[in-house]
Nanobody
Framework: QVQLVESGGGLVQAGGSLRVSCAAS????????MGWFRQAPGKEREFVAA????????IYADSVKGRFTISRDNAKNTVNLQMNGLKPEDTAVYYC??????????????????????WGQGTQVTVSS
């Protein structure tokens, strides 16, 4: 059982950086797979990044590789998404999600929004030209 609270969204110029954070509460946080998804106006929700298990294995969507970094701090029960080199097309509502799966099950699995059990309310990220 996990509850998620997101923060850190805002307005940033193209080429700038922003960090969004997700504070989690509940048992065995370190064992949950944690993901970030985003949804732009008129678009479907898409996978951004995930971090799985105590080993901290990470996966990324091709569109953000080399620019975004997902990390977790188990002591603080937080998962972060550091976003660098932001582009206008990164503008979206960013959602944090938790999956009760405790092991890595493949990029196809963890990139599928339907497998996640808990979701935050989302935080708006807007990148201006």
């Amino acid at each position: 059982q996990v509850q998620l609270v997101e923060s850190g969204g805002g307005l940033v110029q193209a080429g700038g950086s922003l960090r969004v954070s997700c504070a989690a509460s509940g048992r065995t946080f370190s064992s949950y797979a944690m993901g970030w998804f985003r949804q732009a106006p008129g678009k479907e929700r898409e996978f951004v990044a995930a971090i799985i298990g105590s080993s901290g294995r990470t996966i990324y969507a091709d569109s953000v590789k080399g620019r975004f970094t997902i990390s977790r701090d188990n002591a603080k029960n937080t998962v972060n998404l550091q976003m660098n080199g932001l582009k206008p097309e990164d503008t979206a509502v960013y959602y944090c999600a938790a999956d009760r799966s405790t092991i890595y099950l493949g990029a196809g699995y963890h990139g599928n929004a339907d497998v996640y059990d808990y979701w935050g309310q989302g935080t708006q990220v807007t990148v201006s030209s």
